[in-house]
């Protein structure tokens, strides 16, 4: 399976698409195709659904369907794509955010440590800068702040320290286990999976500028979604559901948004039992209301 959904169906009755059957709607995230799939089984016949994705192994999922228009670009240009297929307003948007589990599994992709490959986590392969490019180019202030914001690590000078004195011996980082090797006195056995997690987090955001993406995801969604539309959001981290629950307090206080649910949905026991990768997830809902 490319990519196992996660709260599928919660997200998916978010949306109210009984209410809007021959509406419009984004899938903003395509992925393995799990939640365009649950969409168009509600859609009508005359529905429209949109699907984003800037990895092109991602796009390939996209249903042959006359209802879906397949964009291959981030989600942070929605509000162009939108305007560019002439459409006047959007129903329902979904996202589902972060790595696929075949973006996770697939060795040579780089986004894992479980791997030896190559330091690439591009989502979108087509773009010049990768991992190892982070790694051996930016300056230990540079490289302190990537991992103290997006990996929220405590000793994030020390891990830009050790990287930029491993620079210095003229030996490149160019793999994921050699990135292992040069951090090895960072953690052990107990605490290697937590420390190496946030590690790899934190340069896969910064080579896909994945924060200012959702950024701009939100503001675009802002702008396209018509009143009463729903905007429905799964986050896999505290950045991510920090940002999108900002958003919506914000837009909330506007009179712009009204919150569907005040406390995230999260997945059940059983859930979290069969797919693992579910845990983290958190799923925030708000409505268009002007």
Not at 42 to 54: A, C, H, N, W
Request: aromatic share 6%; charged share 30%.
């Amino acid at each position: 399976m490319y990519h196992k959904p996660v709260l599928l169906e919660q997200s998916v009755d978010a949306l109210c698409i009984e209410e809007k059957r021959d509406g419009v709607y984004i899938d903003a995230t395509l992925g393995g195709g799990g939640h365009t799939r649950e969409i168009l089984d509600r859609l009508g016949s005359k529905g429209t659904l949109l699907v984003f994705d800037q990895d092109a192994e991602a796009i390939e999922n996209a249903p042959n369907d006359k209802r879906v228009i397949a964009v291959r670009s981030n989600f942070r240009f929605i509000e162009n794509f939108v305007k560019y297929h002439k459409i006047e307003g959007v129903d329902g948007i979904i996202a589902d955010l972060g790595v696929s589990s075949h973006q996770f599994d697939t060795a040579e992709r780089g986004f894992s440590y479980r791997f030896d490959s190559q330091l690439d986590m591009r989502m979108n392969k087509e773009q010049k800068l990768s991992a190892r490019e982070i790694v051996a180019e930016s300056s230990l202030d540079d490289l302190t702040r990537i991992f103290r914001e997006y990996g929220e690590l405590e000793n994030a000078r020390k891990v830009a320290t050790l990287i930029c004195r491993q620079r210095e011996t003229g030996e490149p980082i160019l793999t994921t286990s050699d990135l292992k090797s040069v951090l090895e006195k960072l953690y052990n056995p107990q605490t290697e999976r937590k420390f190496l997690g946030k590690v790899f987090q934190a340069l896969r955001i910064e080579v896909n500028q994945e924060m200012r993406a959702l950024e701009d995801l939100l503001c675009g969604s802002k702008e396209v979604l018509r009143s009463g539309g729903r905007l429905s959001v799964i986050t896999y981290h505290s950045l991510e559901d920090r940002i999108v629950k900002n958003f919506l307090r914000s837009g909330k206080a506007e009179g712009t948004f009204s919150l569907v649910n005040k406390k995230p949905i999260l997945p059940t026991e059983e859930e979290m039992a069969a797919n693992g990768r579910s845990r983290s997830a958190k799923l925030r809902v708000a409505e268009r209301i002007k």
